[in-house]
């Protein structure tokens, strides 16, 4: 059964910075891609970020030099690291698993953590 567990939402202000962390089991950790998605209130879920098996990543363009998506293997850990945060950054995030550089999304989702931003 795979399991992916986030940890790391909150509150913050704008400015600020947060890391959300995601743990994952049931899956070969090291063999699968894995990334981070949100949805705010009534929009879509969108990819935020990806980290592939080799360690090639992908961004949000709204998000490219605030945000930094890195893994730990012998943790089974994927985290995010988001600095500079911003008001439209507010959103359920959810970790993902299973996915490729050319298909982001995997068939695997967290339950998701809040993460608010207030101005």
């Known amino acids: 059964q795979v399991q992916l567990v986030e940890s790391g939402g909150g509150l913050v202000q704008a400015g600020g910075s947060l890391r959300l962390s995601c743990a994952g089991s049931?899956?070969?950790?090291?063999?699968?891609?894995m990334g981070w998605y949100r949805q705010a209130p009534g929009k879509q879920r969108e990819l935020v970020a990806f980290?592939?098996?080799?360690?090639?990543?992908l961004y949000a363009d709204s998000v490219k030099d605030r945000f930094t998506i890195f893994r730990n293997n012998a943790q089974k850990t994927v985290s995010l690291r988001m600095n500079s945060l911003k008001p439209e950054d507010t959103a359920i995030y959810y970790c993902?698993?299973?996915?490729?550089?050319?298909?982001?999304?995997?068939?695997?989702w967290g339950q998701g953590t809040q993460v608010t931003v207030s101005s």
């Open positions: 993902n698993a299973g996915g490729t550089l050319r298909t982001p999304a995997g068939q695997y």
């Open positions: 049931g899956i070969i950790f090291s063999s699968t891609g």
């Open positions: 980290i592939s098996v080799g360690g090639f990543t």
